[in-house]
């Protein structure tokens, strides 16, 4: 199989930037050229590209991939790189998950907490400019 970037895109889902993005990070290797210049994908693109589409789509970060994408290409290692890897996110999405819940009380009981009648007894307003009213003062913004 021999395809344009444009095809790739096509097949994997992927937009055409993002496929040279990774290209240029170094997590897909670089596709044999036409004597054009045209790039030609093969079998072993599609599949990289998949790995990191989905590892994206679970939340790991370029730099675990790069990671993962090194342990994958030497399966002859054991895998305890990649399950730390792995335990690592986990923890990660299980701290971003508590603090989402926090903030979610926290709206809850400011919208449940106004009485709509006006802008200067509003308690959202209130709430937002005076973090002292806060329910969970230590509340960090997500990033």
């Given at each position: ?41 093969g ?21 675990q ?9 030497h399966p ?56 002292t ?11």
């Amino acid at each position: 199989m021999a395809l344009s970037i444009g095809e790739l895109a096509r097949r994997t889902g992927a937009k055409v930037q993002t496929i040279r993005y990774y290209e240029q990070a170094g997590l897909m290797p670089e596709p044999e050229r036409t004597r054009g210049g045209q790039r030609r994908y093969g079998d072993s693109h599609a599949r990289r590209l998949a790995f990191i589409r989905h590892a994206r789509a679970l939340g790991f970060s370029l730099q675990q991939i790069r990671a993962l994408l090194d342990l994958a290409d030497h399966p002859e290692q054991d895998c305890t790189g990649a399950d730390s890897i792995a335990r690592e996110h986990l923890r990660e999405v299980k701290a971003r998950i508590a603090a989402l819940q926090s903030l979610k009380r926290e709206l809850t009981r400011m919208v449940e907490q106004c009485d709509g009648t006006s802008v200067s007894q509003c308690r959202v307003i209130e709430t937002l400019a005076d973090h002292t009213l806060c329910a969970a003062p230590r509340h960090q913004p997500l990033s």
